[in-house]
């Protein structure tokens, strides 16, 4: 057995957290209660974002079962022996690798970090992508270095400014220098020919190089800032659960550095010249038996292509589900590409292929895949819908169908997507191209090696069961306070109105403004868009079970919230706009019944011919009472008779506030007669105009009468109040009326010529 450096302390810290791993395992199957057992394997993901359930804490047992083994390859440290002399590149390679593991490893610590903490971490993979440059100068040519060390400084810069940005709040920005379309392309850009370089470097053992190539297939399918989408009924969010893992598996990523460290602190074994190794062929087969092994799989292809159909699943299933709601979008891309292939028939060409060439590694890895893509087709065609949640969200139909050719897939009258032939014709036809395959071509008993089936199983559950990769990012998180307009020092002091926010944003807001769910200000956006959508997938289903099973689990009153999830869920947008259409026919009918009313009451027939008379067609709708005000005034003891209080500078009418009031305004060149006949309250004060203009308003409303002076004459008048209740269809109050006269004429004195006996 291979000893190592310090594999004693690290075999020693290994055990002692895997004890603690299975001891709160234990603890959280017992009790109900996994919060010990999530902090000690991947901390935030408490009981409020996954509730406990015995089959999500055994996957974290396992989970710790492996990073527990993770820690053991990368504390270890190298191999035990006479330590190997480097250059001052490699030196600085292996430090840099060690720092950037030690800040992985820190991050683990259940303390508090600034968000700047991560700066100095994103800095050091500069050094790391230089530093390879150098190191790999004998086993690459120049021009994939000089490819890898674009995309690494690249990467790196991405990872600076983005950190910076979500410190910052910043988030538009995140989205401009790290869309998600890239994925992690640019990290693959770098990642791959540092691999190419330790395949071909030897220094590096072929197990860290394995464990590189996990780690980059895993960055491959990672979802990096896409959001995820989740529908289905109560309890467990399986999407959650799959974040969760994602986790968890991070940490290869973190051993390959570790070991790439490792690898590079013992002396390289001195190359010794042998011959290439022979490769291993299949004998050959008469060509009418290989034919056979080809045509399967161009059967159903040809159907399809007869109707016009060129893709082998299309949108449908669990494994379609996969790749467009938990993956990169350049894994989501070459999924799409390879279902129009298969669709076509390509894998006749791959049997052709390996027929041809008859490699046995070629051949096993052909029936692999053959395999792979039958079980593929079995799991869609179990799993499809009729009608599937996604497909009740407009926008969600046109983002899974976006990278297929316009018009391919059209609609029956039940608006449901119309496919070609089943998947399992598909899976039919490539299992039989595997099974003639491994008849025609399968290495003999002798020939085989008994860990072959171990390491196939194995490698089929972990392909179907943990595609998706590590690096989950948390993705964008909108504030209450992004959601608001902005401040007027934040535009120069222009206003802004912006546009009401639509779709998926308008959810986010509405959440985060309004507190409609319970969930931390700092829960990212995806995890409430995936929420969101699965209320209203509920929503849309109406079920009363499942709605009065979700409020007993959950807490949450679907029904509700149909104006929070009216942004991304048609039906409750449907319901939102019936409520408003019927407010606003009811204020309508109101508005009529106020207008009807102020047209009941009776005109005034002035005695005298005024200067203008203006009778509002509209009823008016003060809050605070009606003030006159002259903003030159002085100060001086206000009095009040009736429903009007005059002081210098100002006349104030208080009417009530919640009923409308019916307005007249009558202004004269001298004084008219006094009417008191049909009126509650008639009081005449005076008021001094110094600007030559006197407008009754309300400032709470909005409400401003016309203009009461004579032709904008300045001077003393005097202001005669009439108000009266107008009774209506036998309702208590009615409606208010009041004429308001205004006529040049000295004098302060406060005159009642009638008041009610009493008053209401």
Same mark, same amino acid.
């Given at each position: 057995?291979?000893?190592?450096r ?5 075999a020693?810290f290994a @055990?002692?957290?895997v @004890?603690a791993?299975?001891?709160?395992g234990?603890? @959280?199957?017992a ?6 057992l999530?902090?000690?394997?991947i901390s935030g993901w ?5 509730p406990?359930? +015995? ?5 974290m047992?396992a989970g710790?079962?492996?990073?527990? +083994?993770?820690?053991w390859?990368?504390?270890r440290?190298r191999?035990?022996?006479t ?8 030196r600085l ?8 593991v030690s800040?992985?490893l820190l991050?683990r ?10 700066v100095?971490f ?6 790391v992508?230089?530093l ?7 086993a690459?040519?120049?021009?994939l ?5 674009v995309?690494?400084? #690249? ?6 400014t ?7 709040g910043q ?5 401009f ?16 020919p ?11 053992r ?8 996990? /780690?980059a ?12 989408v ?8 399986y ?11 991070g940490?290869?990523?973190?051993v390959w550095?570790?070991?790439s460290?490792?690898?590079l602190?013992v002396p ?9 190794p022979?490769?291993?062929?299949? $004998?050959a087969?008469? +060509?009418p038996l290989?034919a ?7 059967i ?15 949108p449908?299933g669990a ?15 070459l999924?799409?590409?390879?279902d129009?292939l298969v669709?076509?028939g390509a894998?006749?060409?791959?049997v052709?292929?390996a027929?041809?060439r008859?490699s046995r590694r ?5 029936m692999?895949l ?5 079980a593929?087709g079995v ?14 969200? $407009? ?5 899974r169908?976006a990278?297929y050719?316009?018009?391919l897939f059209d609609q029956?009258e ?7 032939? /089943? ?9 039989a ?11 003999p008993p002798?020939a ?13 559950s972990?392909?179907l069961?943990?595609l998706?990769?590590a690096?989950q990012?948390r993705?964008?998180?909108?504030t #209450?306070e992004?959601c608001?307009p902005p401040?007027?020092w ?7 109105e912006?546009?009401p926010?639509?779709g998926?944003r308008a959810?986010?807001c509405a ?8 969930f931390a200000?700092t829960t990212?956006?995806?995890v ?11 929503y ?5 079970r499942?709605?009065?099973?979700l409020?007993?689990?959950e ?5 509700n ?5 009216a942004?991304?869920?048609?039906a409750?947008k449907a ?5 408003a259409?019927?407010?606003?026919r ?5 508005v009529?019944?106020e207008r ?14 005024p200067a203008k008379?203006i ?5 008016e709708?003060?809050? #605070?009472?009606?003030d ?5 005034a002085?100060?001086?003891?206000s ?9 210098p ?13 019916c ?25 001094? /105009? ?9 400032g709470?409303?909005?409400t401003e009468?016309?203009?009461l002076?004579l032709?904008?004459?300045?001077g ?9 209740w ?7 109050y009615g409606?208010?009326?009041l004429?308001?006269?205004a006529?040049p004429g000295?004098?302060d004195?406060?005159?009642t010529?009638?008041r ?5």
């Open positions: 057995m291979r000893r190592y310090f594999g004693t302390i690290a020693l @055990a002692i957290y @004890a791993v299975l001891a709160s234990v603890h @959280a199957l009790t109900g209660d996994p919060a010990l999530r902090e000690i394997v408490d009981a409020d974002f996954v406990y359930t +015995w089959w999500v804490e055994l996957l047992v710790g079962v492996l990073q527990g +083994w993770a820690y390859q990368v504390l440290g191999p035990a022996g330590a190997a002399v480097n250059d001052r590149p490699v390679l292996r430090a840099a690798l060690y720092l950037s800040c992985t991050y610590l259940p303390i508090p970090y600034p968000w700047w903490s991560g100095p994103d800095l050091l993979t500069f050094a992508a230089g390879f440059f150098v190191v790999l100068a004998g690459l040519p120049r021009w270095r000089l490819l890898g060390l995309a690494g400084l #690249a990467d790196a810069a991405m990872g600076v983005s950190t910076v940005a979500y410190g910052l988030y538009s920005v995140v989205q220098v790290s869309p998600y379309q890239l994925g992690n392309a640019v990290h693959l850009l770098w990642l791959v540092v691999l190419v370089g330790q395949t071909r470097d030897a220094r590096w072929r197990g860290t190089v394995r464990m590189g190539g996990a /780690s297939a895993l960055s491959l399918l990672s979802p990096g800032g896409h959001s995820t989740t529908f289905g009924g109560w309890g467990v969010d999407d959650l659960v799959l974040l969760m893992v994602l986790g968890v598996l940490v290869l990523g973190t550095q570790a070991r460290a490792h690898d602190g390289a074994p001195a190359p010794a010249p042998s011959p290439a022979a490769v291993r062929r299949a $004998p087969r008469a +060509w290989a056979i092994a080809v045509v399967p799989p161009l159903p292809a040809a159907v399809n292509l007869a109707d016009g159909m060129p893709v082998w699943t299309g449908r494994v379609d589900d996969l790749f467009h709601g938990y993956v990169g979008y350049p894994a989501t891309v999924w799409v590409a390879v129009m669709g076509v894998p006749a060409v791959l052709l292929i027929i041809v008859r070629l051949l096993r890895v052909t692999l053959l395999t792979l893509a039958a593929a799991v869609t065609s179990l799993t499809t819908k009729s009608e599937a949640d996604w497909q009740l969200i $407009p926008e969600t139909v046109e983002r169908l990278l050719p316009d018009g029956n039940k608006g449901e997507i119309l496919f070609g032939l /089943s998947p399992l014709w598909y899976s039919a036809a490539l299992a191209s595997a099974l003639i395959l491994l008849l025609l071509y399968g290495a002798a085989r090696l008994r860990h072959h089936v171990l390491v196939t199983a194995l490698a089929t972990v392909a069961c943990f998706p990769a690096d990012s993705g964008p998180i909108t #209450a992004d608001s401040e007027p934040e535009t120069d002091g222009r206003p802004m912006p546009p926010p639509t998926s959810f986010i959440v985060r403004q309004q507190n409609a769910l319970a200000a990212p956006d995806q409430l868009l995936a929420h969101g959508r699965r209320l209203c997938a509920v849309t289903r109406n079920d009363p499942e709605l009065a099973r409020g007993q689990v807490g949450v009153n679907v029904g919230l149909s104006g929070v999830l942004g991304i869920c048609p409750a319901a939102v706009t019936a409520k259409a019927a407010q606003n009811e204020f309508e009918e109101f009529a019944e009807s009313k102020c047209d009941a009451t009776p005109r005034h027939h002035p005695l005298i011919k008379a009778r509002l067609k509209e009823p709708w003060p809050e #605070a009472g009606l006159l005000y002259d903003e030159f002085g100060e001086g003891r009095t009040s008779a009736g429903p009007v209080t005059a002081g500078g100002r006349v104030t009418v208080d009417t009530h506030p919640d009923l409308h009031v307005v007249t305004l009558e202004t004269y060149p001298r004084r008219p007669p006094v009417e008191t006949k049909g009126w509650d309250d008639v009081v005449e004060v005076g008021y001094a /105009s110094r600007s030559g203009e006197m407008s009754f308003m309300d709470l409303s909005g009468l016309p203009d002076s032709d904008g004459r300045k003393h008048y005097r202001i005669r109040v009439h108000f009266a107008f009774p209506w269809k036998g309702e208590e409606t208010q009326r004429l308001i006269m006529y000295p004098g004195k406060v005159v010529y009638r009610p006996s009493k008053r209401r």
